[in-house]
């Protein structure tokens, strides 16, 4: 049984008990709505420097004591880390985590996700922003929605129960997929996941064209007969719904919502192992160099330190999107 004193707490009184780990920076994809140029390094960067097998098993077991129960791995692009099969392993084998997700473009899929759920992996999110291959092609900058969808199908037939679908929404895109997106979900066990488009530092005028509330699709889905689910204590930031017609779930992640941060209970890894209190915060604060004791204790107390010192909230209300770039840096 976790200590209740060993729980990691801010002082607004959050408990965190999910952790994003992003295993790379580096994404294949060149979506519009993130890296509309493809990926560039960060100017004094090493994008062979990501986060060593041994120093993510140190920083999870640090996590882990600390009371986190589910593990995220995004990136970038995690799939593009050969060792990834790897890096689920030891996020399962952790003691005290419970969960291992994985966020992906799904570019490898069809020939991996065997692979990773014989790792261990729990869950998986994949990114679908159109059910049209034309104009998935045009958001993401590659033509493989089949494939993709291929990918979801071999998961499902490995027995992979937990998987949910990823698509932001953009005005000029895939607004008008909606009512198409629902008609997919009716006969699918899947729980689609429409995320509100963001403001990021390389991205406002995009944002100010393309973004849609969030608040206007749930009052459409409520309309029609959708009702709210109750979120789990390690569950992400969706507000999920369900339907009796439909097989499938849907879920908002609206971070323009009032209150939205007020049930936060996760933290971010950056690729080269700096906490981040939020996506949306100033800067990432260091652990990497506390990974080379043997004793995670040090690692322990210094993370519980750092998370003591988390805001309230973010400040995107104000237009102030942090150092954050672009959503690749951190996994979104």
């Known amino acids: 049984m976790q200590s209740t004193s060993n729980i990691l707490q801010d002082g ?9 780990l992003s295993v790379t920076d580096v994404c294949n994809f060149k979506c519009n709505y993130c890296l509309p140029d493809g990926y560039q390094k960060a100017e004094g960067s090493d994008c062979h420097s990501a986060l060593s097998l041994d120093e993510i098993r140190k920083i ?19 799939s593009l880390r050969k060792d990834l099969a790897d890096i689920i392993a030891v996020c399962k084998n952790t003691p005290g985590i419970e969960s291992v997700a994985l966020t992906t473009n799904g570019y490898k899929l069809p020939q991996k996700i065997e692979s990773w759920i014989a790792a261990g992996l729990d869950r998986l999110n994949v990114s679908i922003d159109s059910l049209d291959p034309r104009m998935f092609k045009t958001i993401t900058g590659h033509d493989r929605l089949n494939e993709i969808l291929q990918g979801i199908e071999i998961a499902q037939q490995c027995g992979l129960k937990k998987i949910k679908i990823n698509a932001v929404l953009l005005r000029q895109f895939n607004h008008q997929e909606f009512s198409s997106y629902l008609q997919w979900l009716k006969d699918k066990d899947f729980t689609l996941r429409f995320i509100e488009l963001m403001q990021t530092g390389d991205n406002k005028q995009f944002f100010q064209d393309n973004h849609v509330s969030g608040e206007c699709i749930k009052e459409q889905l409520l309309t029609q007969g959708w009702t709210r689910i109750i979120r789990s204590q390690s569950a992400g930031p969706a507000q999920e719904f369900q339907h009796s017609d439909y097989q499938g779930r849907i879920g908002l992640i609206m971070p323009y919502s009032k209150d939205f941060c007020k049930s936060c209970n996760r ?4 690729s080269q192992g700096k906490l981040h209190l939020c996506l949306f915060g100033e800067l990432g604060l260091p652990l990497r160099h506390l990974c080379d004791a043997n004793d995670t204790e040090q690692l322990q107390q210094q993370i519980r330190t750092y998370v003591a010192q988390k805001e ?5 209300h104000q237009g102030n999107s942090g150092l954050t770039r672009h959503l690749a840096m951190l996994g979104g």
């Not at 607004?12 to 994003?20: A, I, P, Q, S, V």
């Not at 999870?60 to 986190?68: M, P, S, W, Y």
């Not at 933290?267 to 950056?270: A, C, T, V």
């Not at 309230?312 to 995107?316: E, F, K, P, R």
């Open 312 to 316: 309230v909230s973010h400040y995107l």
């Open 60 to 78: 999870v077991h640090a996590f882990a004591k600390l009371g986190t129960k589910k593990v995220r791995i995004t990136g970038g692009e995690p």
């Open 12 to 20: 607004y009184g959050r408990e965190f008990h999910y952790l994003r």
């Open 267 to 270: 933290l971010r890894i950056s």
